[in-house]
């Protein structure tokens, strides 16, 4: 009989991951705010999304909530707010048509179907692009370029089936990043424009390069200069895999279009040639360009995110930037090795991206805001254009509660949008904003809707960062039920959860799935270890070549500090993670096999001499301190050393019960790293079961996926963890 037993759902996870969550937002008109977010349907297995528009600014509360078309793949705003950019495909029986559209208010300025000039349109983080000029008469936007695009010979099969490489996880259909300009000739009459005043042209450079580069996150400077990143192929022919990963060799671009002369004419869909020098150097992995204008709308700027080629797959960021009158570069935030007493700023750990709109204007100075990691938590920096001074708007102060914070917009002039949250507290959205004496003030303008149940629920949580005083700086977020750990008797079981990465880091923000098994009586520590973003550049460099026993001995130590507070206590301990994190799982029940009871992994790596077939072959050699290069090889000799660095090594003495979790899509840690683990425990005759998620990828986080690994986590630890205190 299958030790895993489904128990039933949860109608408190169900509730907490249909919350929607704020992921975007941009100002449409004014002081007129849009948000975006993300909210999952657990009815119809799918992600929708909802826009609330919020109309009132500070003096008002007007809102409106409309939900959004699935046919909507992207839209922005133009620089004056009288327009907007929307990238539409829209499903036909079994094909799909592809639609540019420019609105003016609530008329439709342009529209061209280009669903024959390319492929699908590119919204992710890596290679997007949604930008007008600045007379908003020409839109750059970025899609997968047809297959033929450069065969005029129908008939050769060549194209179709020639080796290109992908982008990696999460798919392997994107290859061909391509930058378009759509341009479009205003209507005097107030109609649409008619197909002979459109444009629409792929970008090329005019010279070529040493290697492919793709071409993404396009933005306008001018009516002819455009800013934008160029991911390179390696010596090799690969294109590594870029997700989670700030080392790519890639670089920001500047590209000065033809002149409308030249351009006018071109067929639908053809390549343009443009002059375009590469503005980084070779050892720098930039990415994102933001341009800032001055009062007259005259580009003055350029600023862009900077981290070493090669590496540790993220590390500490460099804000870096470029004076466009002189042409001359500099460093406006350096790498920060290690926070003093005298100032704890850690250096930058952003997201990938800056946000699209990222300038504030605060009096004569004018800021860049982002949220960065700071420890356990996330914060809003403001950065100084000019001299990068960086101020922490919103620190923590004793007895607040561990707020996390995320941008997502500024006006560029004087408001700005974010959003926080606390492990027990979903998120809210707040305006930031300036009053007459450039003081910051906040108005929370949404707040999650809540069932009774849920409300009361969340109540009894409590959540607290603990330092592993013995190895500092790791510490680790620990959320508890104040009812159970009240109770006389045995504590309440701990989960232990290690981030993946490694280096990432867990924060003090909301997780439906964390809180929820909280909800059920546990207590959760999620121990950041050595490697962690958010400490200091020099703790990631440390881990490096010693993976597999300075991160697993630091989340030992974890639990034998909250051990020792008596937060939980020895035999009643389990464990779970995903990625990186379920690799340490995997570490902790060989090194340590009777410190935890059971042990859920998520797609985990288990063998790193066999991640050859990975989108990021080269995480194995940074993570084990060996030099990843174009023609390197897994020779018997690397071999054993990532072997003698993996979990297999210590497959022999695992005798906790395990529960594996595997996407069938995974490109990053590809399932033979779970399926060879889960046939070595079988072949030892330990208790072990597998769930085989088809179409899933790494993270696991489609709708189903997500709730029944919840639910199968929550029925092994119930089962196989003891129960927690009643």
Known sequence: MSLLQHTGPSTLYTELAELPLPVSADFVDGDVARVTYSVRDHERNITRSLTKTFSGGITSDHQTTSHDSSEVKAFATSPSKSRQAILREVANGISTKRFVEIWAGAQ????????????????????????????????????????????????????????????????????????????????????????????????????????????????????????ASGHEHTKDGRLLGVKWCFNRPMGIWEIKLPESAIVQGTPFGAKISCNALKLTPSERSCRSPRVLYDDSQ??????????????????????????????????????????????????????????????????????????????????????????GAISDETKMRDGEPLYSWGLHATDNKTHFICSRSTPTTPSEVLLGYFDQHNNLNWKVLDMPTLSFAAENALRDLTASIIPIGARPPTETIVIQSKKASARPG???????????????????????????????????????????????????QKLLGHCGTMDVQDVVESVNELVRLGISEHGRQVVQGGSHGGFLTAHLIGQYPTLFNAA????????????????????????????????????????????????????????????????????????????????????????????WFKGETHPLDGVEAARVSWEAGRDWFKKLGQNPAD
């Open 108 to 227: 439709i300025e342009a529209s061209l179907d280009v669903t024959k000039y390319h492929d699908v349109f590119h919204t992710d983080d890596f290679t997007s692009s949604l930008s007008f000029s600045p007379s908003e008469t020409s839109l750059l936007y970025t899609a997968e370029a047809n297959i033929n695009s450069d065969d005029n010979a129908s008939d050769n099969p060549y194209p179709k089936f020639r080796y290109t490489p992908h982008f990696g996880e999460p798919s392997r259909a994107k290859k061909r990043s391509t930058i378009f300009l759509f341009r479009w000739t205003r209507s005097t009459a107030f109609t649409r424009a008619a197909k002979q005043d459109m444009l629409l042209v792929a970008l090329s450079l005019a010279q070529p390069t040493q290697v492919p580069v793709l071409f993404g996150q396009a933005t306008f400077a001018t009516e002819d200069i455009i800013y």
């Open 298 to 387: 005259t580009p003055t700027k350029l600023f862009w995110f900077s981290n070493p080629v090669g590496g540790p797959h993220a590390s500490c960021v460099s804000l870096e930037s470029r004076d466009l009158t002189t042409g001359t570069n500099k460093v406006l935030v350096d790498t920060v090795m290690e926070p003093t007493p005298e100032n704890d700023f850690p250096g930058l750990y952003p997201n990938y991206n800056m946000p699209s709109s990222p300038f504030l204007r605060r009096g004569d100075r004018v800021y860049i805001v982002l949220h960065s990691l700071w420890r356990s938590r996330a914060t809003i920096l403001f950065i100084d254009t000019e001299s």
């Open 490 to 540: 045995p504590k309440p079981i701990c989960i232990t959860v290690p981030h993946g990465g490694p280096h990432a880091s867990s924060t003090t923000s909301f997780y439906p799935a964390t809180a929820a098994l909280a909800l059920e009586g546990y207590t959760l520590s999620l121990p950041n270890y050595t490697g962690s973003m958010g400490y200091g550049e020099k703790y990631i």
């Open 600 to 691: 859920v992994m998520r797609n985990p790596v288990t063998s790193a001499g066999e991640l050859t077939a990975s989108d990021i072959p080269d995480w194995a050699y940074a993570e084990f301190g060996l030099q990843f290069t174009p023609d390197s090889l897994m020779t018997p000799a690397t071999f054993q050393k990532m072997f003698e660095a993996s979990p297999i090594a210590h497959v022999d003495n695992v005798c906790a019960p395990v529960l594996l979790l595997i996407g069938e899509d995974d490109l990053r840690a590809v399932p033979a790293q779970g399926l060879r683990y889960y046939h070595a425990l079988k072949g030892r005759e330990r208790s072990v079961e597998m769930l």
